[in-house]
C-alpha cells in the first residue's frame, strides 16, 4: 500500500531525483530518505524528524566540494532503522556512557551553520539541534521515561557543558513566543516518535534546559496537554515522559509545578500506571519548595480541589492504599492552597458542593468529618454562604440537619473563629418556616425540626458566655490593682502621703498626671458652669 502512494506524485518527486544523480554521478535507488517518507502532523506540522531536521535537506543548494576542503558534518541526521540498529555492536549503551561522548564541536558547528542558512529563523537552528541530539542518542531504548532514582537535572547533567552551551544559546536566541511554539511541538512530536519506537532522550535533555531557562512555558497550554495525556493515556510511557517533560517547570517554580500537577497529573492519578509518578512528584515539588508554599496564589481550583478530596478520602476512589497514605500526608498543604485562597465568590459557588458530598449518617468518619469542617469554614471565611444555604436548603434537607447539628456540637469553637450568631439565627428562622410548609412526607423533615430545636438549645447560653478568657484576666488585674491603690490612700490619709504617690513621683509619672488632672477639673468647671445657666 505504501507503494501505491508514493507513485501518486512520482512525476514531481522524480524530476529532482534524477538531477541530483546527474550531479553525484552516483545515486542509491533502493534506500529511501526522509524527505521521500510520509510525515506525520505535529499541531499542524511535520513529525519531529521532519520538522527538527529535515527542512534543512529541503532547503539548503547543493554546495560542491572543492579540493582540499573538509566536508562538514550534515545538519540532517536520518534516524537509523531497526534493522540498522540490529547490525550495530552487540555491546549494550547506555544514556550514561553515550550522553558524555557528544561532541560540542560538531553541535556547534550545526549551530553556525544553520546561522549562516537560516538567518531570520532562530527557531529552526534549534529545531535542528534537538532532531540532531534525538539521533545520537536513539539507539539506547527508552527503559526509563522519569528517571526514577536520578538527581533532578538528570539527564541534562550527562552531557558536556560545551553542548549544553551550544543548546542554551540557541535557546536564548529565540523569543518567547517561538519558545512556546517550541515546547508545543516537542510534546507532540515525543508521541509520534515514541509511537515508532524511537526513544525521545534529545527531546527531554533539550525540554530540561529549557524549562530551567523559562519555567512558565511549562504552564501555558495545560488544557491541550491535559487532553493529550488523557488521549493516550493506555500508553503509560508516552504520558509519564509527557508529564516528566512539563514537571521540569516545577523544579525551579512552585506556582508553575502545581498548575501542571493539578492540571495535567491530578486528572489521570486514577489510571494505575500513572498514579505513582503523580504522587511522587508532587512529594518532591512540595518538599523541595516547603519554604514558599504560603507566597504562591490561588492555583488549585474548587473542581480540582474536590478531586485532592476523593483522592485521600473516598473509598470508591480507584487509588492504592499506599498512594493514599501519601496524600493524606500532602492534603492539609494542598487545602490551604485551595480553601485558604478562596475568596468570597468562590466560597459561595463550592458550599453547595460540601452539602451534596454529606451523607446523612451521624457516623463520623474520616470523609464526613473533613466534609463538615470545610463547610464550617467556608461559612465562618464568607458570611453570604449563609444566603445560598437558605436557597438550597430545599434541595439538601438532610444535609444541613447534619451541618446544623455539627455546628451545635462545636458551637464555643465556631464562635471563637468568627461564625456570625445572627446569621445563624437568621438561617435557623428560615429553615423553621420552610419546614412548617412541608409535608410529613418530606425526607429529612423530622431531622431538621430535630436539629433547629437543638440549635436553640445552646444559642443563648452561647451568646452570654461570648467574652473571651484573655478579657477577664485583664478585667481582674486592673480592679485588684484598683483596690490596692484605694486601700493605700486610705490607710495613708490621703493620696498626698500614700506609697502611690511616692511611686508615681520616682518616676515622673505624677507630673503628668497632675496636669491631666488639672485639664480634666478645669473641663467637668465649664461644662458645670453651661449646665447651670
Not at 541526521?77 to 557528544?102: C, F, N, Q, Y
Request: positive net charge; hydrophobic residues 40%; glycine residues 4%.
Amino acid at each position: 500500500m505504501s507503494e501505491n502512494w508514493v507513485t501518486v506524485s512520482s512525476k514531481s518527486i522524480k524530476k529532482p531525483s534524477q538531477v541530483q544523480k546527474k550531479q553525484n554521478g552516483s545515486a542509491s535507488v533502493g534506500k529511501p530518505t526522509y524527505s521521500d517518507a510520509p510525515k506525520a502532523p505535529v499541531f499542524g506540522e511535520k513529525s519531529q524528524f521532519d520538522a527538527l531536521t529535515v527542512v534543512n535537506k529541503k532547503s539548503r543548494p547543493p554546495t560542491p566540494k572543492a579540493d582540499g576542503d573538509v566536508a562538514k558534518p550534515k545538519s540532517s541526521i536520518p534516524r537509523p532503522s531497526k534493522k540498522d540498529g540490529a547490525k550495530k555492536s552487540g555491546a549494550k549503551h547506555t544514556l550514561e556512557a553515550v550522553a558524555p561522548t557528544l561532541s560540542g564541536q560538531q553541535f556547534e558547528e550545526l549551530y553556525q551553520k544553520n546561522r549562516e542558512l537560516f538567518p531570520d529563523n532562530p527557531l529552526t537552528w534549534l529545531k535542528d539541534l534537538t532532531g540532531n541530539l534525538n539521533l545520537k542518542l536513539d539507539q539506547l531504548g527508552q527503559a526509563n521515561p522519569v528517571f526514577s532514582g536520578q538527581p533532578e537535572d538528570y539527564p541534562s547533567c550527562l552531557i558536556k557543558p560545551e553542548v549544553k552551551k551550544v543548546l542554551n544559546k540557541s535557546i536564548r536566541d529565540c523569543s518567547f513566543d517561538m519558545l512556546q511554539v517550541f515546547v508545543e511541538q516537542l510534546i507532540q512530536s515525543i508521541t509520534t516518535d515514541m509511537s515508532k519506537g524511537f526513544s525521545v532522550y534529545g527531546s527531554q535533555i533539550v525540554a530540561q534546559i529549557l524549562l530551567k531557562y523559562k519555567p512558565q512555558l511549562s504552564a501555558l497550554q495545560t488544557k491541550k496537554f491535559q487532553e493529550l495525556v488523557i488521549a493516550n493515556k493506555n500508553f503509560p510511557a508516552k504520558c509519564q515522559t509527557i508529564m516528566w517533560v512539563l514537571g521540569q517547570g516545577g523544579v525551579h517554580n512552585l506556582d508553575v509545578g502545581l498548575k501542571v500537577w493539578s492540571a495535567v497529573m491530578l486528572p489521570v492519578i486514577e489510571v494505575k500506571a500513572l498514579a505513582p509518578y503523580a504522587v511522587e512528584y508532587l512529594t518532591k515539588l512540595l518538599k523541595k519548595h516547603a519554604d514558599g508554599v504560603d507566597k504562591v496564589g490561588s492555583v488549585i481550583d474548587m473542581q480540582q480541589y474536590f478531586l485532592v478530596f476523593d483522592a485521600t478520602f473516598a473509598d470508591n476512589f480507584s487509588l492504592h492504599a499506599s498512594l493514599r497514605k501519601v496524600m493524606r500526608a500532602h492534603y492539609p498543604t494542598l487545602k490551604k492552597l485551595t480553601v485558604g485562597k478562596m475568596s468570597g465568590n468562590a466560597f459561595q459557588k463550592s458550599f453547595p458542593s460540601f452539602l451534596a458530598r454529606l451523607k446523612s449518617t451521624s457516623a463520623q468518619t474520616d470523609i464526613q468529618k473533613e466534609l463538615l469542617e470545610d463547610a464550617a469554614l467556608t461559612l465562618v471565611s464568607e458570611p453570604q454562604c449563609f444566603h445560598v444555604w437558605q436557597k438550597v436548603y430545599p434541595e439538601y434537607v438532610v444535609q444541613s440537619s447534619v451541618l446544623l447539628n455539627h455546628l451545635a456540637d462545636n458551637w464555643q469553637e465556631n464562635c471563637s473563629r468568627g461564625l456570625d450568631y445572627k446569621l445563624v439565627k437568621e438561617t435557623v428562622n428560615s429553615f423553621k418556616e420552610k419546614n412548617r410548609s412541608y409535608s410529613n412526607k418530606t425526607v429529612g423533615l423530622e431531622a431538621s425540626t430535630s436539629a433547629c430545636l437543638r440549635f436553640d438549645e445552646v444559642q443563648i447560653p452561647a451568646a452570654r458566655s461570648s467574652m473571651s478568657l484573655s478579657q477577664s484576666i485583664l478585667i481582674v488585674i486592673f480592679l485588684a490593682v484598683l483596690s490596692l491603690v484605694a486601700f493605700d490612700v486610705h490607710q495613708n490619709g490621703g493620696f498626698k502621703g500614700s506609697t502611690s504617690r511616692k511611686l508615681l513621683k520616682d518616676s515622673g509619672i505624677d507630673v503628668i498626671v497632675a496636669n491631666l488632672f488639672s485639664h480634666l477639673s478645669s473641663t467637668f468647671t465649664i461644662i458645670k458652669k453651661f449646665l447651670i445657666n
